[in-house]
């Protein structure tokens, strides 16, 4: 792991600050093309004095960039434009801190009145005092009068809505340049941090997503993209009074937070005084500046109706305007994520959209410019006037997050009298009982390895998941022994009284069912590590409750613990995703392998060397093995096919996993050329909607799938589209029921220890939304829970497709015609690559469909 700057605290107190070196390379380690499971954290370093005088990297004109036809500014111009800023003002610092999937460099730009290398050090001793020593960090004089509060603004993580690089680029401008004591004072007490362009390759293509294909704006806790990750590791770095991410485009200006559902472990009464104030600050100054051609809502009309460019004195709030499904609930967001260092945020849609006309989308951008301009101002007005309150909440957060303070819910009846003197009071208008969503707080989790533990490498993918956000772990030098039950030696504990308490407990938690609590939901509804992540986690005790007794070191990194015991067969017990890992990097080294009935995988004699590789890459523990089973009629040699995937999330599983030479499919293709002869199974779903294919494509994408499966071709496959596939290729008649369209969320699932899921199976999966199926000549793989399928999310109550409905069905299915074999998961194992516990289950899926391989010689010398 990169190096990273960071404190612990043990009991509450802060210990030491560290510096993370970076892991040593495992010994003798094999070159694999298995991409890590987790995504390190980007090893950013502020400069040592301000302004740092470095210049950015500047690239060649790109002609095609979408930007230019947006009439908005290419990314090749961005490093010229602040490169000139450096050169002639004292104010400005740029590095860049990342790279965007294509190679572009991710640009970090601060903005304050010089610092010396003393000062820029006095800053960062104050700001861990702040997250780390909050109790001492409120009484410091020096701290209050001297500390400059950072606010940040990050544009264009959705790379067509291009303006907010622009707004903050003009405003990096006036900044710079400015002679008004206003400026030079907002600049002589904070810091202003800008991400100008969040998402340089969708900016450049024209897209919404990343190079990719994945929506950074959804990845916060999983970290798929490099997009993502930078904010997700510059929000520990810069740690963020205010945040603001500029997006668009909605019609009229929206401005957040948000309605309910409200994440249940935010400091809500801490955050949303002043997110709103601060949304009818910026609501009074748009309307005040009457933009020609900027629009403003209308809450008495419905539809597209609401915005008119009649200017009725209102932009959209959604806290205020809508009550149901906005953003707030999942930590997936920038804003809702980077709430949880402490910062009061705002999502900001811009009002105009994209058109076909070059001339009315210039026209759009230059409207969306001049009112991105005063909500960037604006925000830094607010800040400037409520400095002090700002960060005396930011302190507290972090207090009530070290003392283990339970988080006590706003009463749905608050009103003005109740809030401490100096709180902004309008939002108490709104909060009613819809607003209210208490959680509960364990005093730890533990994490065994172990006994106890279903997947011991899987913990640890977890822990190394946590320890990139910044969630504070210890690792247990001897047994530990809480409510009766002991774990090992070696078993991580995740102490919930820490400053960041709230996104450890919003990663770890279960969550909850909200479908009850509202009609809709905007995005996903449930995100557990616990549940989706392969291990099995504890919550243990309240958190009012004494410290654990354990003897335990703080951990920054998770050391590769694999190893490798000699002997004429070595065997391996897949459990998790880093087995697999492994015994596919075997397999493409040509190493014989063969799967005993129980699961266990066995190495054959004169394989040592290539085994100890394999157990120093992935850490994973091979063990010494007589050999017995070998000759089982239901031992069975392993082979790797050939996948053809279909869809980003499957490529992505599939590298993750180490496969080699795969192959990128499209309905498209297929419908034209069929599926090319070198592909054994095919990874994802193939379909043919009639709104976008023809009577003769779809008949020839059908004719291509039915010869793949004539061939002795295998399908895996999820949902009703793989129920689709299965049919139409002709493998199988299976008949899909879904859950509605948006319900997500975690489920209870069994599964059969004979079947292919079988071996070391997990007992809750994600679904968006549920399928389960029926057909004849089918078996089934999984089921959802007979009795408690739904765990956490929102699934709507609808007639025959209710969670209820669902119990006891089929979840996961598998079928055999000849020498075809189809496999099909009623749940979503590779969604946005996240519930990475399931990625064990395609590869067992994949590897159920493979031809048998060179089975290992049994001990006796002769063949099976």
Excluded at 20 to 45: F, G, K, N, Q, Y
Excluded at 217 to 228: H, P, V, W, Y
Excluded at 451 to 474: C, F, K, P
Excluded at 745 to 750: H, L, R
Aim: hydrophobic letters at 40%.
């Amino acid at each position: 792991m990169p190096s990273r700057a960071i404190a612990a605290t043990i009991g509450g107190a802060l210990s030491a600050a560290l510096v993370l070196a970076a892991a040593p390379p495992a010994t003798a380690a094999v070159e694999t093309p298995a991409l890590p499971i987790v995504r390190p954290a980007a090893d950013i370093r502020l400069p040592a004095a301000l302004p740092s005088e470095q210049l950015l990297p500047e690239v060649a004109d790109n002609p095609a960039d979408a930007s230019i036809n947006r009439g908005v500014m290419p990314y090749d111009e961005i490093a010229p434009f602040v490169n000139d800023l450096i050169e002639s003002s004292d104010r400005v610092s740029a590095q860049v801190v990342g790279k965007s999937a294509q190679g572009r460099d991710i640009y970090l730009v601060t903005v304050t009145k010089p610092e010396t290398a003393a000062e820029v050090a006095q800053q960062a001793k104050w700001r861990d005092a702040i997250k780390y020593s909050p109790a001492a960090a409120a009484a410091d004089d020096e701290l209050a009068e001297g500390y400059k509060v950072p606010i940040w603004y990050n544009g264009n993580i959705h790379g067509n809505e291009w303006e907010g690089t622009d707004i903050t680029l003009n405003y990096i401008e006036e900044l710079a340049t400015s002679a008004d004591p206003e400026v030079e004072a907002l600049l002589s007490g904070h810091r202003l941090y800008f991400t100008v362009t969040n998402n340089p390759d969708g900016r450049a293509l024209g897209q919404r997503a990343t190079a990719t294909g994945y929506d950074a704006n959804r990845d916060f806790i999983t970290g798929a993209t490099a997009e993502a990750a930078i904010v997700r590791d510059l929000a520990g770095v810069i740690q963020p009074t205010y945040f603001i991410d500029l997006h668009g485009y909605t019609g009229v200006l929206q401005v957040e937070p948000c309605g309910p559902p409200h994440g249940e472990n935010y400091e809500y009464d801490l955050f949303v005084p002043h997110a709103y104030s601060t949304a009818l600050a910026i609501e009074e100054a748009v309307v005040a500046a009457n933009i020609p051609g900027n629009t403003y809502y209308d809450r008495t009309k419905t539809g597209n109706a609401r915005y008119t460019t009649t200017n009725t004195g209102q932009i959209n709030i959604p806290y205020r305007d809508q009550r149901s499904g906005w953003d707030d609930w999942p930590p997936i967001f920038a804003p809702q994520y980077v709430a949880y260092q402490g910062a009061i945020t705002n999502t900001v849609e811009l009002p105009l959209g994209r058109v076909t006309s070059t001339t009315q989308n210039k026209a759009n951008a230059a409207v969306n410019i001049a009112v991105g301009e005063i909500v960037v101002e604006t925000v830094a007005d607010y800040v400037a006037e409520h400095h002090d309150t700002l960060l005396a909440n930011q302190i507290e957060i972090f207090s009530r997050g070290i003392a283990g303070e339970p988080i006590a819910p706003i009463p749905a009846d608050v009103s003005a009298e109740d809030l401490p003197a100096g709180t902004p009071t309008e939002w108490t208008e709104i909060w009613d009982e819809t607003d209210v969503f208490p959680t509960e707080i364990p005093r730890a989790y533990v994490i065994p390895m172990g006994e106890g533990q279903r997947s011991d490498s899987d913990a640890e993918r977890l822990v190394e998941q946590l320890l990139v956000h910044d969630i504070q772990v210890q690792r247990t030098t001897a047994p530990l022994k809480v409510g009766g039950t002991t774990y090992a030696k070696g078993s991580f504990v995740v102490d919930m009284h820490q400053p960041l308490r709230g996104l450890a407990n919003v990663l770890l938690a279960d969550g909850s069912d909200i479908s009850k609590r509202t009609p809709a939901m905007y995005d996903i509804s449930a995100w557990s590590l616990s549940l989706l992540w392969g291990a099995d986690v504890v919550p243990v005790g309240d958190t009012t409750d004494p410290a654990l007794k354990l003897k335990a070191q703080p951990i920054t990194t998770v050391a590769q613990n694999g190893s490798a015991k000699g002997g004429r067969y070595q065997a391996l017990r897949p459990t998790g995703v880093s087995e697999y890992q492994a015994v596919i990097e075997l397999l493409a080294e040509g190493v014989a392998l063969s799967q005993l009935a129980d699961g266990t995988i066995v190495v054959g004699p004169g394989k040592n060397d290539a085994v100890q590789r394999a157990a120093d890459t992935f850490g994973v523990v091979f063990e010494s093995h007589n050999g017995a089973g070998l000759r089982d009629a239901t031992t069975v040699a392993l082979s790797l096919p050939t996948v053809g995937y279909v869809g980003s999330e499957y490529r992505d599983v599939l590298a993750k996993l180490g496969y080699r030479d795969t192959v990128e499919l499209t309905a498209t293709g297929i419908a034209s050329s069929g599926v090319p002869a070198q592909v054994d199974v095919i990874l994802g779903n193939v379909s043919f909607d009639p709104r976008t294919y023809t009577p003769a494509q779809i008949a020839a994408g059908n004719s291509g799938l039915a010869e793949f499966v004539a061939r002795g071709g295998d399908l895996v496959g999820s949902g009703s589209a793989g129920a689709t596939m299965a049919t139409s290729s002709g493998i199988a008649a299976v008949v899909a029921t879904t859950a509605p369209g948006g319900s997500n969320g975690i489920v209870n699932v069994t599964t059969p220890a004979s079947g292919v899921l079988g071996d070391y199976a997990q007992d809750t999966a994600f679904v968006y939304p549920a399928t389960w199926y029926s057909g004849t000549g089918l078996t089934v793989e999984q089921s959802y829970d007979a009795t408690d399928p739904f765990v956490s999310g929102h699934w709507a109550d609808q007639t025959g497709r209710s969670q209820m409905d669902a119990a006891g069905k089929p979840a996961a299915i598998s079928a055999v015609k000849g020498t075809s074999k189809l496999f099909l998961f009623g749940t979503t194992p590779s969604f946005r690559t996240h519930p990475v516990g399931a990625f064990s289950d395609i590869a067992r899926a994949l590897l159920w469909t493979a031809d048998a391989g060179t089975p290992v010689t049994p001990p006796n010398g002769k063949g099976l």
